[in-house]
């Protein structure tokens, strides 16, 4: 039988914490039989203490005279029994769960495993020590400064990014600080974010992580970051300052920086697994404190049941285990200055002791509950790998999730691959299919045609096929299923005709996201064109392959113009980026009297509303959307076939037009304001967006509603 597991009394005091002349360090390690903690000294000599364990499992010490910037590990004693779930083994030192900062890295043909090279169920007596990564005691500082004020929901547009790869080329950035939260910082990136209109950056993994041994085998890394050894601690490489601390200071500095240009903070965090992988894998921190303690394992107790894909699955159903990831949250909210959270795979952490999913989870509670994360921008990535591990639209009032739905229409949508247009209608109406229940916002959707995982968006309309080679797996990796359109050549090409046709596609895709409703991300760089050159699974890539490519912009004038335009749009215009779903209910003006129009429509190209026979129409490419309030309106016509003539709807829909941006050749347009009634030239695969003049009182007779 295993010995069964306590629960914190407090977490809060777990970790070092630099107090009254020295540290106190605590452990939770409720099945251990003694507890080692190793100071390392700046010639890596070790000096052990015993820690005392407290009734709940918690062992602590305070070590007079150590404060910040001192490494250390732990040893944990405790029985060999893989068939209960423990593998203890003080050979192994281990890296604190909850250390503020990580440093060193880890030496793969080094005796890391707790196993014997013959056997996963004999314990390996060599000492890791030389091999594995360091802890590191971090004072308390404070925190970043904050934003002036948070964009509402409605507000944020998302732009994802990796902050090595996005500075590593950037011209204006100093050498030094290149691929760096310091970099990140600088002046000039900021600017271009600012620029750009987006009010929220989502870094991809930031909490320390290692590379897996199979692709340090092919003498590559982990780019991504998906494979976390720290939940407390900022990646140690992205610091330009040092590694034994300084990375804390300077990712706050970071903060501050993007804060003070009212641009939000959002860590993409991966909770479902750790770094250890499943228990063949190394041992560099939580399966040596407690193998059965923080990881799922089958119901025999000897293997890890593995919903990730990644060898092990963190359980939050222990106690113990969720306190941890709670109160990583609140560390990077509280301390670190951090503003919301993207989930790697969350479906894991909603699972309850028998694996199953359960959207009551105690996770989801303790965050609604908590007067701090229940503040918090929460997005979800919704699956997994598990049994019933999709669980887009399930998530609830307080969160917003990524849709891949979205993604994969979109791409559809504008290859040709979808029959009519009432699936366009519907992920134009923020996927209200998938959301529009429970009281749910708007925001709920997570709209985006590209993310890290994938194409970029010039490569989406560039390949057919990934290109994968560089990754070492013979093409074998990565998505097949990329729903992309090459134009006719595969790959690259001076023929200037297709590049054209490219170009057009990226801008309709860029409009059909920026004009949805829901919540936007936009990957960092495709609004200038950033390429992988075909590769849909970069994440071993630390490399020009990865990095944006900064030299390239001017090629992609037109696709950096669109977006800025309409994210500038979105930014002025509230009707463009609503709250709650839109209904059709009359508009309501200033005087409390009807204004015949409605708070959206959908437009056939005659200047009508859409009818049945339209809607069931298979081969239809086009479809005009109306979007109201007592103040303003826009007519959205979005044209996926040949050239088309508009007649553009007349009272009480509008008075006049104005086109306010459109995707075509600059010169496709003669005419930059229209009367109702009038007919306007749509270029085949254009987008067009025309802001509509309305009056906000209701005039006498109602004109009709039916047309011009």
Not at 161 to 187: F, S
Request: glycine share 10%.
């Amino acid at each position: 039988m295993t010995t069964p597991l306590t629960h914190p009394v407090d977490s809060s005091v777990l970790g070092a914490r630099v107090r009254d002349g020295g540290t106190r360090f605590s452990l939770w390690a409720p099945r251990a039989h003694r507890v080692e903690l190793a100071l390392v000294d700046a010639d890596r000599r070790q000096t052990n203490h015993d820690l005392t364990r407290n009734p709940d499992g918690v062992w602590t010490l305070f070590v007079p005279g150590v404060g910040d910037g001192q490494r250390y590990g732990y040893r944990v004693h405790g029985t060999w029994s893989p068939v209960t779930g423990e593998r203890f083994n003080p050979a192994k030192l281990l890296v604190d769960p909850y250390a503020r900062a990580i440093t060193g890295g880890v030496d793969y043909s080094g005796p890391i495993s707790d196993h014997t090279p013959e056997s996963n169920y004999l314990p390996d007596p060599r000492d890791s020590f030389a091999s594995v990564p360091l802890s590191v005691v971090v004072a308390d500082t404070p925190p970043p400064r904050p934003l002036a004020r948070r964009p509402r929901p409605e507000e944020l547009v998302v732009y994802e990014t990796h902050v090595k790869g996005y500075t590593q080329l950037h011209p204006a950035v100093p050498e030094h600080l290149r691929g760096t939260y310091g970099g990140m910082a600088y002046p000039a990136v900021v600017e271009h974010l600012t620029d750009l209109g987006v009010n929220a950056v989502e870094f991809l993994p930031v909490q320390h992580f290692v590379s897996e041994p199979f692709a340090v085998g092919r003498g590559l890394v982990n780019y991504w970051g998906y494979n976390t050894l720290g939940f407390f601690a900022p990646h140690a490489p992205y610091s330009s300052s040092g590694t034994v601390g300084e990375q804390v200071r300077e990712f706050k500095e970071m903060v501050s920086a993007l804060h003070d240009a009212g641009i939000a903070v959002i860590l993409d965090v991966v909770y479902n697994h750790t770094a250890e992988g499943g228990h063949d894998g190394p041992t560099l921190s939580f399966r040596g404190i407690d193998h059965a303690g923080y990881y799922r394992l089958t119901s025999d107790l000897r293997n890890d049941y593995d919903v990730t894909g990644c060898g092990n699955a963190v359980d939050t159903a222990k106690d113990g285990v969720l306190d941890l990831v709670l109160d990583s949250l609140r560390y990077w909210v509280a301390e670190m200055g951090v503003d919301g959270f993207r989930f790697d795979l969350c479906t894991t952490l909603i699972r309850d002791s028998q694996h199953h999913v359960t959207q009551d989870h105690a996770f989801k509670q303790a965050l609604a509950q908590d007067p701090v994360l229940s503040q918090a921008i929460m997005i979800t990535e919704p699956w997994d790998l598990g049994p019933y591990g999709y669980q887009l639209g399930r998530w609830g009032r307080d969160w917003s999730e990524w849709n891949d739905r979205f993604r994969g229409f979109t791409r559809d949508f504008w290859r040709g691959a979808i029959h009519g247009v009432e699936e366009l209608a519907t992920r134009l109406a923020g996927s209200a299919d998938i959301f529009d229940h429970d009281g749910r916002a708007a925001t709920s959707s997570v709209n985006f045609v590209t993310a890290h995982d994938g194409f970029t968006l010039r490569d989406v309309v560039t390949y057919d096929l990934k290109h994968n080679e560089s990754n070492g797996e013979r093409n074998r990796d990565g998505a097949d299923d990329n729903r992309s359109w090459n134009h006719g050549f595969e790959g690259e090409t001076d023929d200037e005709r297709i590049n054209a046709a490219r170009h057009r596609t990226m801008r309709n895709m860029t409009a059909t996201l920026l004009l949805s409703t829901g919540m936007p991300m936009l990957l960092a760089g495709d609004e200038m064109g950033r390429t992988q050159q075909g590769n849909n699974n970069a994440y071993c890539q630390d490399s020009p392959i990865s990095w944006v490519n900064w030299s390239q912009a001017e090629d992609w004038s037109d696709q950096w113009e669109l977006t800025q335009t309409l994210l500038r749009l979105r930014a002025a215009h509230p009707v463009l980026r609503p709250a709650r779903f839109r209904s059709r209910q009359e508009v309501i003006g200033e005087d409390g009297r009807g204004l015949g129009r409605t708070e959206s429509a959908w437009f056939n190209e005659h200047g009508g509303e859409m009818t049945i026979a339209d809607w069931h129409q298979g081969g239809r490419r086009a479809l005009g959307m109306y979007l109201s309030d007592a103040r303003e309106a826009f007519l959205v016509f979005v044209n996926a076939g040949d050239d088309l003539d508009v007649t553009l709807p007349g009272a009480p829909w509008a008075t006049d037009y104005a086109i306010a941006a459109h995707t075509g050749a600059p010169d496709d347009f003669d005419r930059s304001r229209l009367a109702p009634g009038e007919v306007l030239a749509v270029p085949a695969q254009t987008v067009v967006v025309l802001q509509a003049s309305v009056p906000s009182r209701r005039s006498t007779p109602l004109p009709s509603t039916t047309g011009v």
